[in-house]
């Protein structure tokens, strides 16, 4: 008797660069899955169904049906849905514990760095309701540096950590973005060279694609969508 297919995943999505993380890393791993649109200018993230299984009101957020010991699981964070993706199909996330502890640092760096100070200077050059050149300049400097380290990793690297692993699907979503956030590639060249070989990759353009119909072309532009995602307070 053939087995059973696979159930497919529950993707809670936007196509944003922290949703791209979760694409790339299903296609890569070529797992099933399902995306269940989540509009985060139109205030989705607060509804009590997605709160239960992402209490932080951001997506991403996955149900895995087949979790551990066979039961349905649900993961928020973007990072540790990377990691339970990984431990789950054992790719892209090394068993050998010190190559694990490289992917782990690279990984919180994006999340803890990398990710949120080029969401500020994303926030503070294209969206702010004026232009406040220390904000501006903070940011966009900080985003700098943060590039240099990067470049400086790549250095001698084809992939962040040596092989290709879920800290390179944590950074690419906002990588890709440098022009926005004011940076000159051409001063960061490894960082250039990593992102034309992560764009070659057929997952990776895969998961970029996935819900590009969904987003607007004037982005973030109205007063609603920005009072939803830039004047939450606790609830």
Same mark, same amino acid.
């Given at each position: ?12 999505? %936007?196509? #944003? ?6 694409? &790339? ?16 200018? *139109? ?12 209490? =932080? ?9 087949? /979790? ?19 431990? *789950?199909? $054992? ?17 919180? %760096?994006?999340? $803890? /760095? ?6 500020? #200077? ?17 940011? #966009?400097?900080?985003? =700098? ?7 400086? +990793? ?5 992939? &962040?950590? /040596? ?12 990588? +890709?973005? %440098? ?12 960082? $250039? ?15 970029? *694609?996935?819900?590009?119909?969904? +987003?607007?072309?004037?982005? &973030? ?6 009072? &939803? ?7």
């Amino acid at each position: 008797m053939s087995e059973a297919p696979a159930k497919p995943i529950d993707l809670y999505y %936007w196509p #944003t660069p922290n949703g791209f993380k979760i694409t &790339i890393m299903l296609e890569e791993c070529g797992l099933p899955y399902n995306v269940i649109p989540v509009n985060i200018g *139109k205030g989705d993230q607060f509804k009590p169904d997605f709160l239960a299984i992402s209490p =932080n009101n951001r997506m991403p957020a996955i149900v895995d049906p087949a /979790g551990p010991d066979g039961k349905p699981i649900s993961v928020f964070e973007s990072g540790a849905i990377l990691q339970y993706l990984g431990r *789950k199909t $054992g790719k892209f996330y090394p068993q050998d514990e010190r190559a694990r502890v490289a992917v782990d640092e690279w990984l919180f %760096w994006q999340m $803890g /760095g990398f990710g949120p100070m080029l969401g500020q #200077t994303h926030h503070f050059r294209l969206y702010a309701p004026e232009q406040i050149p220390y904000a501006v300049e903070r940011y #966009t400097n900080e985003a =700098n540096r943060l590039y240099g380290v990067l470049n400086k +990793r790549l250095e001698g690297r084809d992939y &962040i950590c /040596g092989d290709y692993s879920i800290a390179d699907m944590a950074c690419i979503g906002w990588a +890709r973005g %440098w022009e926005r956030q004011g940076q000159d590639i051409k001063q960061f060249p490894n960082v $250039g060279r990593w992102i034309e070989t992560m764009l070659a990759r057929p997952a990776v353009a895969r998961g970029l *694609k996935v819900g590009e119909e969904l +987003r607007n072309p004037a982005g &973030i532009s109205t007063p609603e969508e920005k009072a &939803i995602l830039f004047g939450q307070k606790a609830r």
